[in-house]
């Protein structure tokens, strides 16, 4: 193998191996695989789609319609725990990324899991700011003003699908790790940019309502339960993909590794001959 070798473990014994040994694994082989699945992320998954099933019962059925906003607010349940769980992608992704660059014998399976979760992340940011433009459109009349909440986000969006991008950058993987992570641990400084915007600037987007203890805005009962119902659901989602994505990067730096030593001794053999 090259010095940029995937046989690197992944990272989180229980469940981040993957489910065939990778040192099996070709060009032709990987196409036939059955998938990324073992069995706990199948359980995993179920539980995923339950709570998911769970989230849109006490979303859309039993939680009560907001006083002001009437069942406009059921929109929360999604907006708000997907642009959390962004959030936690990303610093995912920064602890990720500093430790690779931290330790003397550099796992790729590091940099593997920051890009999955980057990747996650911006599915989720994706996902918010499209709720949050139904949101707006409903209670302000608009699907997007230039607020400092929504423009900070949207930054974050952009942000990330530049990381991403980098990421596709030509070069070896150790050299894909490296730039990625010092990128990653500049990016994640905007979380706390866009969290404190409605502090920092006037905004039509309201501020906390649920972490800040003097906030003026109580939620009943069952919509609290079902506000965190829906951050508990998204994170185990985002665990879910996170697991899956990381394999599939993992497969997929082992068959451009082997791809690189076929094609260099293929080429001694030439020189041989």
Do not use: K
Request: a positive charge.
């Amino acid at each position: 193998m090259t010095s940029d070798s995937v046989s690197d473990r992944p990272l989180i014994s229980i469940d981040l191996a993957l489910p065939t040994d990778l040192d099996t694994v070709t060009p032709a082989s990987a196409a036939n695989r059955p998938g990324t699945g073992t069995a706990a992320t199948r359980r995993l998954g179920t539980l995923v789609a339950v709570m998911l099933t769970a989230l849109a019962a006490f979303g859309l059925v039993f939680s009560a319609e907001d006083v002001v906003q009437g069942s406009t607010v059921r929109i929360m349940y999604v907006h708000v725990p997907t642009i959390w769980v962004a959030y936690m992608a990303f610093l995912v992704t920064a602890v990720c990324s500093g430790a690779y660059l931290s330790r003397r014998n550099r796992s790729l399976a590091w940099d593997r899991v920051a890009g999955a979760s980057a990747e996650v992340g911006v599915l989720f940011v994706a996902i918010s700011l499209v709720t949050g433009s139904l949101w707006g459109r409903l209670t302000w009349g608009t699907y997007w003003v230039w607020d400092a909440r929504l423009t900070t986000t949207l930054f974050l969006f952009i942000t990330y699908v530049g990381y991403l991008a980098v990421r596709r950058l030509g070069g070896t993987q150790r050299q894909r790790a490296r730039r990625s992570a010092v990128l990653a641990l500049l990016a994640v400084l905007e979380i706390p940019l866009v969290h404190f915007s409605v502090e920092l600037w006037r905004s039509l987007h309201q501020e906390a309502s649920v972490a800040n203890p003097n906030a003026r805005v109580e939620l009943d009962g069952l919509m609290l339960f079902s506000l965190f119902l829906g951050v508990v659901t998204f994170t185990l989602f985002y665990v879910w993909l996170v697991l899956h994505r990381q394999r599939v990067l993992a497969l997929e730096d082992t068959v451009a590794d082997r791809g690189l030593d076929e094609a260099i001794r293929d080429r001694r053999n030439e020189a041989v001959g």
